[in-house]
């Protein structure tokens, strides 16, 4: 048994592990990171870069093809194969290499096997060899751990071997028929994916198209699955699956249709890898989302012991896990030092936009980008709202940009401090319109304000414009 020291110890080294262990020996302390799989993470293989990946060629493609002109040099079908291997490239064909230099060159350590918590201040790390290395912290224990797919209590469906994320983002062939469990973020970005390459694909949407959004971009993500092709069914239910001796999947759904395919991909959420990370030593509940202070110290967690990322369920977001890892560096880097620790609301060791400005891009067609509360959500908050909409379409930028453009905008006043508390807009390629609403609303920007924020002519940005004339001034 060895026994090493470091100032923090980080467990899980996907983005916000790696970022706060970085942000820690910035602040002059000795940091090491805990790995089972690879460094990196869930969004650099097996979610946020191989995914988009996936989705880029088709969407390059359907914006030639919605100009004329363009549309007439573009001859031929999406190159599934060549599309598959640029996103093999983007995972880094499933090796750390580059990830663990860039660690050595931080001056981070890495431990790589399974971490878990052995007491105060102790992790124990079991690595591929079953040798168990014993690490002690002197300041802190960050757990960073991340999420994995969860699977509803569906008859057969684990018997079946369904995919989840993983195997969608990381396949190495095209299913023909594909069957899609859920219709929130995963679900609509994988089934434009799929059928861009070439899959039927069937969107069992219990609960409706992105639920969570403002409902028109549902609507419109909605129309345009259809329209490639993709067999949206709103308020369906998988009662049972199971898949059969030649491969195939069956599915018995619970209004009693039944449908085959070559493949069903579970995308109903996350749950959080606090199984086996120890948590029982410390008092904690094994298996539990980690409830975390606005400092994001874990509640009940001894003073030393924090949680950053996916797994305090804050915000299930890589930059908005990374914002968190810059505040949970910064501040036990002040703590282990006596300095003043800033946890007012906006302040340098709190991350407040957790709360009411986080942003999100669903890279579907079209693409949704909201930030902040929507109108459904600004009202349950107990807010006095004002809702203003405008037509995507009637801004000069949008006509330019693609022939038949079909989008919408949307912002969420709060009429007692008449700033915008929530922004969405859904159209294509909107994605880079989004940090403007990001930056008004963590900036609680006066509407007197915006005004004065002209929008060059003739972009799709004018829309900031016409909301605000549809306002008033
Ligand atoms: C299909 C899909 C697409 C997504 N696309 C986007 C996107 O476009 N943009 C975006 O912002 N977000 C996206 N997300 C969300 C994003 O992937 C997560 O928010 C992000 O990966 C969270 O980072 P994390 O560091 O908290 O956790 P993770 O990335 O999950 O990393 C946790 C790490 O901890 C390791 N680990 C776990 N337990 C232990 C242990 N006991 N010991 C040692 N190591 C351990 C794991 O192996 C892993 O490497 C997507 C998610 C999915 C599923
Ligand atoms: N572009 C991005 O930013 C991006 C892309 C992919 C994933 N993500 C993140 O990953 C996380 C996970 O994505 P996700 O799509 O798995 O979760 P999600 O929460 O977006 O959607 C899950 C959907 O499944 C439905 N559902 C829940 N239980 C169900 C059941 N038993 N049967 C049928 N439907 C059920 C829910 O109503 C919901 O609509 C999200 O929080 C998201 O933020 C982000």
């Given amino acids: 048994m060895t026994d090493l020291t470091y100032d923090v110890i980080v467990l899980g080294a996907g983005p916000v592990g790696e970022n706060v262990a970085d942000r820690v020996v910035q602040g002059g302390l000795t940091a090491a990171v805990v790995e089972r799989e690879l460094v990196g993470g869930e969004c650099s293989y097996w979610a946020c870069m191989p995914t988009k990946a996936l989705l880029r060629s088709a969407a390059a493609l359907r914006a ?25 490239a983007f995972a880094s064909h499933w090796t750390d290499d580059g990830q663990v230099a860039w660690l ?27 040798v168990t290395t014993v690490l002690t912290a002197r300041h802190a224990v960050v757990i960073a751990t991340g999420t994995g797919a969860l699977l509803p209590d569906i008859a057969g469906l684990r018997e079946a071997a369904p995919w989840t994320s993983r195997e969608a983002a990381a396949a190495t062939g095209v299913p023909a028929r594909l069957a899609v469990i859920g219709g929130g973020v995963v679900a609509t970005e994988m089934a434009t994916a799929y059928a861009s390459l070439g899959s039927a694909v069937t969107v069992l949407a219990r609960d409706g198209v992105l639920p969570q959004a403002e409902p028109f971009a549902g609507e419109l993500v909605t129309a345009a699955l259809r329209e490639s092709g993709v ?28 449908i085959e395919v070559d493949e069903v991909l579970v995308t109903i959420g996350r749950t959080p890898n606090t199984r086996d990370i120890g948590l029982d030593t410390v008092g904690l509940e094994p298996g539990a989302w980690l409830a975390v202070d606005d400092t994001l110290r874990v ?36 703590r282990a030092a006596g300095a003043v620790v800033e946890d007012g609301r906006w302040g340098r060791h709190v991350a407040t936009a957790d709360e009411r400005a986080v942003p999100q891009v669903v890279f579907t067609d079209p693409e ?9 959500a600004a009202e349950a908050a107990g807010l006095r709202t004002r809702v203003v909409d405008h037509d995507l379409a009637a801004v000069a930028g949008s006509a330019l940009h693609a022939e038949g453009y079909r989008g919408h905008a949307r912002m969420v006043v709060d009429e007692d401090r008449r700033v915008i508390v929530g922004f969405t807009v859904a159209g294509p390629d909107v994605a880079e319109l989004l940090h403007a609403a990001t930056v008004a609303i963590v900036g609680e920007v006066p509407l007197d304000r915006l005004w004065h924020a002209v929008p060059a002519f003739p972009t799709v940005s004018e829309v900031w414009l016409r909301l605000l004339e549809a306002y008033g001034r």
């Fill in 64 to 88: 030639a093809r919605r100009l004329p002109g363009a549309r007439e040099a573009v001859t031929g079908d999406l190159d599934a194969a060549a599309v598959l291997a640029r996103r093999d």
């Fill in 104 to 130: 050595e060159s931080a001056g981070i350590a890495l431990h790589r096997g399974q971490g878990r918590i052995a007491g105060d201040r102790v992790v124990e790390v079991t690595g591929a060899d079953g």
């Fill in 231 to 258: 067999t949206v069914r709103v308020g369906a239910e998988a009662a049972s699956v199971d898949r059969a001796d030649d491969g195939t999947v069956r599915l018995a759904l619970t209004d009693g249709d039944r």
């Fill in 299 to 334: 509640l009940d967690g001894g003073g030393w012991l924090y949680a950053a990322g996916d797994v305090n369920r804050r915000a299930l977001l890589t930059h908005q896990g990374k914002y968190q890892a810059r505040a949970v560096g910064d501040v036990i880097v002040a």
């Fill in 368 to 376: 949704v980008a909201s930030v902040g509360l929507t109108a459904a």
